[in-house]
C-alpha cells in the first residue's frame, strides 16, 4: 500500500491543468531504453502484514532485556530509560519537523537546542556544545578536522591514545586519509599499563591535537590535567573522548584543561538499537567556537521583544562555506539530542549521579568477585568506573560461548584489537544489572575457571 | 550610496589598497554585500611575503562567508589585530579602522582607479 | 525592515529547563544500591554537578509546551525543496521501537541477532535493485555522510590503479553545499561547472575540464532546479572517458523510484538518503541514513563492514548473515553498523509495504504534483527554468510592480498555515523559492496553497509593508540574527543566570 491520497479523477484534472494526456508523458526526457524499470522487489504489504513480518524478525534476535543478562559495553550500554523520554520523542511536532531553518515556526527544536546545549556544556565544564554529530566516533574524527582548521595546516600530527576506543581510532583513519596528517601513539602493542604521561612523549610542536579516553577503553579513570598541561606547553590542542554518565561522578575534562570533549551520547536516555543512531556530542572552548562544525543555536529577541532562539554562525557551515567548510555536516542527530536532554531534564541532578553510582558500586563488586575465581584477575590497577578487564585462563570465545548457554551475554574479546590482551575480557555493569545477575556470572565463570 | 573614495586603488574582487599608506581593507560595496560581519580571521603575519591574490583574511557574516586577496603583492608590515574582536568595524568604518592589513612596497599599477571601480560595481548592481 | 524592540529585558515565554528547576525536586529515582558500596576515588570526583531538578510533570509541560511551537509534517503542508518532507507512516514508528530491535547491542555474537542481520542484509539487497547498482553498505549516518563515504572511495579506486594525479572534482554551480564541502573534507580541488539556459550541465564547460586529472563528477539528477537532466547519458561518457568517475547525489532519488535506476544509467556510486526517499522522519535535523550504492568496480572498497551470507541455507534453514570486510576498504566511517534502529528499520517497512509497482507510484505522484503546483504558479511568479519538472522546481521570488523578496514570501507564507519553500537556493537562481509537495498531499491542499501564493503575489503589490513584517499569526516573529551572531549567547548553566524565572 501506499500514502498516496490523489484519486483517479483529481490525477486526471491535474494532468489537465499540467497540459499532458497521462502521467507517463511527465518522464518522456528520461532515456526510453531505461525508463520504467521492472523492479524485482517483493509483493506490497499491508500494514497489518508488515507489523508481522517486521515482528518476527525482531523476535528472532536475542534482547539484552529479557533474553539475556547483559554485561557487554565497549562504547554502547545497557541503561534505564524512563518512560517520558520516549512520550516526549513520539510528538510528531518534534520528530516530523525539519531542521529549524525557519526560527519563526521552529522554537520548539531550537529551544530544545539550546538547553540540549546547555546541558552538554554542564556535564563536561566546557563552556560551548554543537547541536550533535553522528557518534562518539565521527565526533572525535571532526576534533581532528577542527584542530587541522585552527592550525590551517600548519601542523601535520595527531597524538591518538592506544586506549581509545578501537572502532574510534579506526573512524579517525578513515576520516583524515586524504589531510596528509601523521597519526601516532595508537600503537597496539604499546604499553598499556603505563599511564598517561607516558602519551607527553609523542607530542612535539608540529602536534595539533592529542586525543585520550576517559574513561579510557579499559574503563580506567585518570586525572588528565598533567598530560594536558603537557600538550599545553608544546601548543597541541587536547581532545577528550568521555563517557556521560562517568562525567556525573568524576572531574570533568574541563577542570582538567581539556580544549575538546566529545562522546557518545547513548548512555543519555538512547536505546541500544543495534548501535545506531545514537549521538555523538561535541563541546569545546568559546575561542574554538568559529572552528567547530555543526550546527549551533543562540539566543537572540524577535520583533515582538520575546527572548527567542536561532541558529547562529551559519556562515560556518557547508550551505554557505562549501568546500572551505571544516566540515560536511548537514543532517545531524536532532531528535536524539532531545532523547539526551530530555533524559537529563528528568533524571536530574540527583539522578544522573545516583545512575553513576550504581554502576560504580555493581562493576566494583562484580570486579572483586571475579577476581577472587582462580586463575581470573584483574589486568589494571588503576581506578576504573563501570567497566574492567578481566584476564581470563582460556581463550574469551570458548569462555564467552559458555556463558552464553547460560544466556549471559559475555563481555568484549580484548584480544581482537590488543595482541597483549589475548584471553582478557572487558566487562561492563550497569545500573541494569542487578545483584543476582552478577552472582550469576560469577558462579558460571567459577564453573569455568574450574574446568 | 557606495563610498568610494578617490585616493584608493580596488581589485575586482572588492579590495581596496592605499598606495600611500600600504593598508588595504575590504571596500564599502563588498562589506555591504556582505551584510553583518561577525567573524574576521588574518591568516598572515607581519613579515609574511604575500603575492598578489593571496588569501589573508576570511570573514564571515550572518549570511554569507568571503574571503580577502592580497590586492598587491610584498611584505605584510602590520595585521590590524583590533578586528577579531570587533569585526563589525569591517561595516562601520571600512576605509579606516576597518583596513586589514599593511604591505610594504606594494604595485598598485595593475589596480582600478575610484572611477573605474565606481563603474565596476554599478555593472554589478543590475 | 523589522525593527526590533530592544529591551534589556526581553520577554520570557517559556522558561529553559534551568529556569524551572528547584533544588531538591526529583523526577526519576533509582533504586538503591543491592551490593556493597565501594569507596570512590576522592581526588578524582567532580565537585558539583550543575544539572537541573525538575519533576517528571515539570518536564512533560516544558516540551509540550515547546512542541506547540513546531510546524511539522503532522501539522501541515511542508513544502520544502530538496528536503522532500512527506508523510511519516505511524507504523514505522512502531516496527522500529519492537523490542528485539531497541535492546540488542551492536556487539552481540552475529548467532543472536540474526534477525537484524537478515533485515540488514534484505535491504541492501532492495537498494540495489531499486538503484541499479551491484552493493551497497549502509554505514553512513546521512547523506552528507554517505558523500563522503562516496569521495573516499573514488579517490581509493584511482590510488589502487596507481593513478595518482587526480585531484579535482567537477561540481555544477547548482549543487548542494555538501558536495563540494565533501570533496574539500579529502583535500581535493573543486571546479564549478556551469549549467546552460535549460538547467541542464553545459556540455562544453564540462568537456573543457575533463582531462586526466579529474577524480569524477558529483551530479544531482533531478538536479536542484528539479530538472531531469537532458544530455544525462552523454555528462557521463564525456567524464568516464577522460577516466573519471561519475558521482550520483541521491538527494533526489523519490523523483525517480520505479522511473529509471541511476546504476544503468552509469552512474559510479550514488548515497541514497533514507530519510527522504523512504520516509524516514527528519527529526527537527536528524538522524538520517545515508547508505551508499557502487558499481561493481568500486564494491571491494566499500567501508567495513558490510552484511553478508557466511553460510549458505537450504529449504529448511536460512542462511546465516554476518558481517564482511570488502578486500579494499576504505575503513569504519562510524562506530558500529549505520543508523539501524532510526533509519534502517523505518525503510524496510516502508519498501516492503510499497512494493515495486507502489514505488512507482510513488516517483509518479511526486512529480505530477510538482508538475500541478509549477503549472498553476505559472504566470504569478517567474520561473527561470520553465520546463516539465520532476519532484520540485524552483520560481523566483519577485513580483512585478514590488519590491519584496523571496524572504517576505516566504515568511508570508507562515500567516496562511503553510510551511515556506527552501529560499535562496539553488544559488543559480536569484531570489529561488524551491517548491516540493512530494506525493502525499491531496489536491485540495495544492490548491489551497496555490491561491495562497497568488494572494501573496496581490498583497506584495497592494500592501507590501504586510509581507515585509510577516508573519503575524506565529507565535514568534522575525529574528535579530545579527544580535545572536555578535552576543553568542549559547549557554545557559551558568549560575548566576539560574534565576532567570
Known sequence: MTYIPITPSEREAMLATIGVKKVEDLFAVVPAAYRFPKLDLPPALTEMEAAAELGDLAASNETVRGDLISFLGAGMYNHYIPAVVDHILRRGEFYTAYTPYQPEISQGTLQAIFEYQSLMCALTGMEVSNASHYDGATAAAEAVNLAYAQFRGKRSKVVVSPTVHPQYRAVIRTYTQGMELTLVGDDPQADLEAGPESLAGFVDEDTMLLIVQYPDFFGRIYDYTNLIEAAHAKGALVCVVANPIALALFKTPGEMGADIVVGEGQPLGIPLWYGGPSLGFFTTRKKFVHKMAGRLVGETVDSRGQRAYVLTLTAREQHIKRERATSNICSNQGLLALASAVYLSVVGKQGLRQVAELCYHKAHYAAEQLSKLPGMGLCFSAPFFHEFSLCLNRPVEEVNAHLLEHGILGGYDLGQDYPALKDHLLIAVTEMNTKEEIDALVHVLAEVAHD | MTNIPSNLKYTKNDEWFDPASGKM???????????????????????????????????????????????????????????????????SDPYGAGWVIQIEDGDASGLMDASAYEKYCAERAH | MTEFILQDQPKVVEPTIFGLSSPGRVGVSFPDA?????????????????????????????????????????SGFYPLGSCTMKYNPKIDEDTCRLPGFLYTHPLQPIETVQGNLALMYTLQEWLKEISGFAAVTLQPAAGAHGEFTGVLIMRAYHKSRGDYKRTKMLIPDSAHGTN?????????????????????????????????????????????????????????????????????????????????RPGDLGFDVMHFNLHKTFAVPHGGGGPGSGPVGVAAHLA??????????????????????????????????????????????????????????????????????ANYLQARLRGVYPIPYDRICMHEFVAEGRIEGSDVRALDIAKRLMDYDFHPPTNYFPLIVHEALMIEPTETENKNTLDR????????????????????????KTPFGRMDEVRAARELVLCCWLPEEKDEA
Not at chain 3, 567501508?303 to 549458505?312: H, R, T
Not at chain 3, 516492503?352 to 507502489?358: D, I, L, Q, R, T
Not at chain 3, 516517483?363 to 504534483?369: G, S, Y
Not at chain 3, 496581490?458 to 515585509?468: D, H, I, M, N, W
Request: aromatic share 6%; with cysteine.
Open chain 2, 25 to 91: 581593507g575590504l571596500s564599502d560595496y563588498a562589506q555591504a554585500q556582505l551584510s553583518d560581519i561577525v567573524f574576521v580571521e588574518i591568516l598572515v603575519g607581519e613579515g609574511d611575503t604575500l603575492q598578489a591574490g593571496q588569501a589573508v583574511a576570511s570573514v564571515e557574516s550572518v549570511k554569507a562567508a568571503a574571503e580577502v586577496y592580497a590586492a598587491v603583492g610584498g611584505k605584510v608590515v602590520k595585521v590590524n589585530e583590533t578586528l577579531a574582536d570587533a569585526p563589525e568595524t569591517l561595516n
Open chain 3, 34 to 74: 543491592d551490593v556493597p558500596r565501594a569507596e570512590l576515588p576522592e581526588s578524582l570526583l567532580r565537585a558539583d554537578l550543575p544539572l537541573p531538578e525538575l519533576a517528571e510533570v515539570d518536564v512533560v509541560r516544558h516540551y509540550m509546551h515547546l512542541s506547540t511551537f513546531n510546524y511539522s509534517v503532522d
Open chain 3, 180 to 260: 563540494p564541502a565533501s570533496s574539500g573534507m579529502i583535500g581535493l580541488e573543486v571546479v564549478q561547472i556551469p549549467s546552460d539556459a535549460r538547467g541542464n550541465v553545459d556540455l562544453e564547460a564540462l568537456k573543457a575540464q575533463c582531462d586526466d586529472t579529474v577524480v569524477g563528477l558529483m551530479l544531482t539528477n533531478p538536479n536542484t532546479l528539479g530538472l531531469f537532466d537532458e544530455h544525462v547519458e552523454e555528462v557521463i561518457k564525456i567524464v568516464h572517458e577522460c577516466g573519471g568517475l561519475v558521482y550520483g547525489d541521491g538527494a533526489n532519488l523519490n523523483a525517480l523510484l520505479g522511473i529509471v
Open chain 3, 300 to 369: 571491494d572498497f566499500l567501508p567495513e563492514p558490510v552484511v553478508g551470507i557466511i553460510e549458505d541455507g537450504d529449504e529448511e534453514i536460512p542462511p546465516l548473515y554476518g558481517f564482511v570486510r570488502p578486500p579494499k576498504t576504505i575503513g569504519r566511517m562510524k562506530a558500529f553498523h549505520g543508523h539501524f534502529g532510526g533509519g534502517l528499520v523505518r525503510a524496510y517497512t516502508y519498501i516492503a509495504m510499497h512494493g515495486a509497482e507502489g514505488l512507482r507510484q510513488v516517483a509518479e505522484h511526486a512529480v505530477l504534483n
Open chain 3, 449 to 472: 496553497f496555490a491561491d495562497a501564493m497568488i494572494k501573496i503575489a496581490e498583497e506584495a503589490r497592494t500592501q507590501p509593508e504586510l509581507l515585509r513584517e510577516a508573519p503575524h
